[in-house]
């Protein structure tokens, strides 16, 4: 019995001389493993649907080990990312981060989302890159479970002062009078703009602005964060910053 789904190729690996095992991002049932049979000749109807980046909808069946696909349809293959090296390495890190935080079996709707969307700022508009790595990781961290505690100083529970402090070990924040060794002293509109990211609805979380400085201090403590909570060295994200 076949299963139509909409889904992103968040990873792909060649089997054999022509085979893909692809693994997709869906809505409904998070990670899914899937082999496409054939699918690296240039000539095969399943090539562009199965290639990294691309969004297509796809008829799938159970194998023995993994889902097979049967037929898929290309929505968007974000073709325009290999334009640009450095938009092409950041996406490729924001599937990798997709791959880590999705879990198989378990609805991922607001994930797939969040990375269809930054995919799209990358392809199609100037978007500061910052800005939207920012997001993804702050986003992409709360809804694998590692939201921070943004709502107020974890020490007096006062909202906001001019100057706050992020805790990227502990994952909370503190006002200007309670900062712990280690914490990041931030202004208070860059707390706000990390308040706006993991609480806002999903399409709206790249729609906010920063001084210069400030956009700098955001993406440093969102990557500081997110490597506290992965705990791994993501090549993805080397290659990413080595380009700068």
């Known amino acids: 019995m076949s299963t139509s789904v909409k889904g992103l190729v968040i990873r792909e690996q060649t089997i054999g001389e022509s085979d893909r095992l692809v693994t997709l991002l869906t809505s409904d049932f998070g990670l899914v493993r899937a082999f496409a049979r054939g699918a690296k ?13 691309a969004y297509a909808d796809f008829s799938l069946y159970r194998g023995r080990d993994a889902f097979v696909i049967d037929a898929a349809s290309p929505i968007e293959v974000f073709f325009d990312l290999r334009k640009d090296i450095k938009k092409l390495s950041l996406a490729q ?16 709707q607001e994930m797939l989302s969040v990375i269809l969307n930054s995919l799209h700022l990358l392809c ?44 990227a070990l502990e994952g909370c924040i503190y006002c200007e009078h309670h900062g712990k060794a280690g914490s990041i002293p931030v202004p208070k509109n860059v707390i706000t703009a990390i308040r706006f990211i993991c609480l806002t609805e999903p399409k709206k979380i790249f729609s906010f602005s920063l001084s ?19 705990q791994k060295n993501l090549p993805t994200l080397v290659f990413y910053k080595g380009l700068d």
């Open 124 to 167: 199609y508009t100037d978007k500061d890159l910052r800005l939207v790595k920012s997001a993804v990781e702050f986003r992409m961290l709360s809804l694998g479970g590692y939201m921070p505690n943004i709502l107020a100083c974890n020490e007096c529970a006062t909202y906001e002062t001019d100057m706050m402090f992020f805790d």
């Open 93 to 108: 890190y924001f599937v990798q981060l997709a791959y880590e935080l999705a879990n198989e079996e378990q609805p991922a």
């Open 212 to 230: 210069e400085d400030n956009m700098n201090l955001l993406q440093s403590v969102s990557e500081k964060y997110l490597m506290s909570r992965i």
């Open 41 to 53: 000749q240039i000539k095969n109807r399943m090539n562009s649907s199965t290639s990294l980046f």
